[in-house]
Each structure stands twice: as C-alpha cells, then as structure tokens.
C-alpha cells in the first residue's frame, strides 16, 4: 500500500519520534511491541493496518500535527518535501485553499486523454468552472434517485439471489454494479462489464493511488486508456445515431454540445467522460468491500444492520456502512502540491510553514477522528452528522460522484444484507486480499 510505506518512511526518517514522543503513545508502543522483526518491519506492518494509522495519526494530532520533512516521499509527480496534515480544521483549511495548494494529476492525465486535461486535474478557473457545469447538466443530481438507485438495486437483488450462499463480493457484485451504471446511464454501452472494470481499475491506479511512479502501473493504465477512449467514440456515435434512446448523461452532453450553447467541444465529450468512468468502479467497489469488513469485524451493529436491511431501510443501512467506512476509508490521505511559500494553521502554535513544491498530505482519516472536531471520535456511532465525513474529499475538488456514492452504496449492499446473517468464509477468503490496491476477492457465506 503506497500510503503506508510513505507514512514508514516518514516515521524512518524521524526516528526520534520512536522513543518518548509522537509515535511513543500508548496504543502506538503497545502495537510496535508485539510481533517479530526489528522496529521497522513491525512499524511496516502496523501501517498496513488502519487500526496502526489510526493510532500513528493519534500521536501526530498530539504531538506534531503539521509534520514537515525536507524528505520526498511522493515520486510519481515533481515535488520537493513532504508535509504531513493531521488536525482536522488543518486538513479542511489545506483542502479549501486552492490558491496554495494544487491537484497535480494533470500530466497523468494528458497522456491517459492523448493530450487534454479533463476537470479533475484542472486548477479553479474558468476552464474548471465551465466543464464541471457541463457535466452537472449532463449528469443531473435528480438522477441518483430517479435512474442510479432503483438500477443499483435491481441488480444488486438479482446478483444476490443468484449466489444464495456464497458470494465474492468484489468478483460479482461490488464492481459489476457500478459498471453497469457507466452502461445504462453514463452511456457507456458499448464496453462489456469485465472490460470496464479492468480499465477504471488500471486508469485510477495509476492516476491517484500509485505515488511512486512504478513503470508497470503506468504501462498497464496507458494500455487501457486507448480502448476505453475508443469504447466512448463508439457509444457516442451509436448516441448520436439513435436520438430517441434513453437518456443518459453521455446523451445530454451530445445535446449540450449540437444545441451550442457552451457545450464541450472537440474531443471533450470523451475526455471528460473517461474521467466519471475512472472514478465510478473502483472507488464504489472499495467503499463496499472495506465497509462490510468493517461490520463483519461487529457482530452486534452487524446484527442490527441486516435487520435494517431486512426492511429496506436503506438509510439506516448507509449510517452503518459509512461509519464503518470512517475506521477504513478509501483513501486515508489527499495530496496536495504548494504552489508557493506560505503557512498552514496560522496564528496557532501549531502552525507550519510550507515551502513552495512541498507535497502537502492531509489526512481525512485522521480528521475524521480528531477529537476536537469529531464527539467520541473512537465509537463506533450510526447517528453522527453527514459533515463529520471526509470519505469523498472535500473543497472544490470533492468527488464528483459523491451524492452517487452516497445512495448506490446501500443501495447495493442492502440485497446482500438483507438475507440470512453474513459470515466470512474460511481462511484468506473470507478477508479482502490486498493483491492490488484495490480488492478483488472477499468472499462471505449466508
């Protein structure tokens, strides 16, 4: 896991913090006593699991919030120092600030497009501004009640009836479910679901979770990228070929543009829809796999979760599922590049200079249990309030499909706990292997 061997390597680098402060906490010490090896190996091993990051991000919060380092632990994008974010109204302020702090997946995905940017690498602006209303016109909030949910429904219920009892959740569900919403209402109709999946997969690896650069990432997303590019050409002209079909947000953007008034142009369609498509699979299938993990690991809140389910109460069902998924999110960091000098938590003892080209790592899952930001930050609680989450991000570049994310996940995992209470299977099986970032296999028994 990317994420914790950069936290390793910080933690190497700042090998005071191993004794009497920061990572000297309690929880902390007691995690790096037990097990084998020297205290790097069992500090690696801790910070692959995130009850151990839980724990380091504690101490950061106690005793050095804003971490700077002159070492760089992001390669896979030009930067210089590292500065780790911790405090929750930090990581807020560093993700609001556009100004100073940059996304920086522009260059990645140029070569994903050929070429173009498409909005979730781009700065605010007026380019930013333009395609984000473009695609909010085309992919309608309405829609997430009216088309996402009722589809993800229906074919979670028929997916978990045929798997009456035994289910890999990843393999059959969790990610076949939100490639079919690419096909019936993105549009995306004219890839297969296997292929979908594979693609997004790839593309979002290299794109967000791969920080060091590996070649092979990269290779694997840049062969994917041309046929998934070529997938939407198609769809579009199949679009375009039969206007009465049913509508899509591919649909719309092909209106947007015919009727000229300030729809995309060129090849913006494609660009942009390859981003939505990048995000949507992998992101939702690894929300649900790590959120079912985290109620299989409690009997009681599972108990009572299936039995919201068993009434469809989807609601209830999202409170447990997203709490659960506050102990595990998807991604525990948000990175962000300084474009030039200047200062996080100003005015504060905590402040913190941050030098122009340091990589700025704001920790969402350590906000999400700060203390001073979050009540009982360590229960496991179903009624907090919806801002206590930072699972989507946060600012101007939360995620797009973040009020799809929101519905499709209970939508989607309501069938499946709805039935004869869940177990994990025996052995590895029964736990989310971490061949790739991003599991695909995890199987439970009803």
């Known amino acids: 896991m990317s994420f914790a061997l950069n936290l390793f390597h910080a933690a190497e680098l700042e090998g005071h913090m191993l004794g009497e402060g920061a990572l000297g906490g309690a929880e902390l010490a007691a995690k ?93 602006g007026a380019d930013y501004q333009r395609d984000t209303s473009i695609m909010r016109l085309a992919a309608q909030r309405d829609d997430v009640a009216n088309i996402v949910v009722p589809l993800a429904r229906e074919a979670a219920r028929r997916i978990v009836a045929d798997h009456a009892t035994t289910i890999d959740v990843p393999d059959v569900l969790t990610t076949v479910v939100p490639a079919l919403m690419v096909q019936r209402y993105f549009g995306i109709d004219t890839a297969s679901v296997a292929d979908l999946r594979e693609w997004a997969t790839a593309m979002f690896w290299y794109l967000f979770v791969d920080l060091q650069g590996d070649p092979d990432v990269e290779q694997k997303a840049l062969d994917c990228a041309p046929k998934c590019l070529a997938a939407i050409d198609a769809a579009i002209a199949r679009t375009q070929a039969d206007p009465d079909g049913p509508a899509t947000v591919l649909k719309r953007a092909i209106a947007l543009r015919d009727a000229g008034t300030g729809g995309f142009d060129g090849s913006g369609i494609r660009n942009n829809m390859i981003g939505l498509v990048i995000g949507a699979i992998p992101t939702i299938s690894k929300a649900c796999v790590q959120a079912l993990d985290g109620l299989l690991d409690r009997p009681d809140v599972l108990a009572r979760t299936q039995a919201a389910a068993a009434h469809g109460d989807e609601q209830a069902v999202g409170c447990a599922v997203f709490e659960a998924l506050r102990f595990n999110p998807v991604n525990p960091v948000i990175y962000r590049r300084a474009v030039r000098d200047c200062e996080i938590a100003s005015g504060t003892l905590r402040a913190c200079r941050v030098k122009k080209g340091a990589m700025v790592l704001a920790s969402n899952l350590s906000a999400m249990f700060d203390p001073a930001a979050v009540d009982d930050p360590d229960a496991f609680r179903t009624d907090r309030p919806w801002d206590v989450y930072i699972l989507w991000g946060y600012g101007l570049h939360r995620c797009f499909g973040d009020a799809i994310n929101r519905a499709i996940i209970p939508a989607l995992l309501t069938p499946l706990l709805a039935g004869a209470p869940l177990a994990r299977a025996g052995g590895d099986a029964g736990h989310p292997d971490s061949a790739t970032p991003f599991p695909q296999h995890f199987t439970v028994t009803r």
Do not use: H, W
């Open 32 to 124: 790096l006593a037990s097990g084998t090896g020297d205290i790097k190996a069992r500090l690696k091993r801790v910070l692959a699991d995130p009850a151990g990051q839980r724990a380091l991000f504690a101490s950061l919060r106690a005793f050095a919030p804003n971490l700077a380092t002159d070492k760089t632990l992001v390669t896979a994008y030009p930067c210089d120092g590292t500065v780790i974010v911790s405090r929750a109204d930090d990581v807020r302020e560093v993700l609001d600030r556009q100004g100073d702090f940059e996304v920086v997946y522009e260059p990645k995905m140029r070569k994903i497009t050929g070429g173009a940017n498409f909005f979730l690498g781009m700065q605010d």
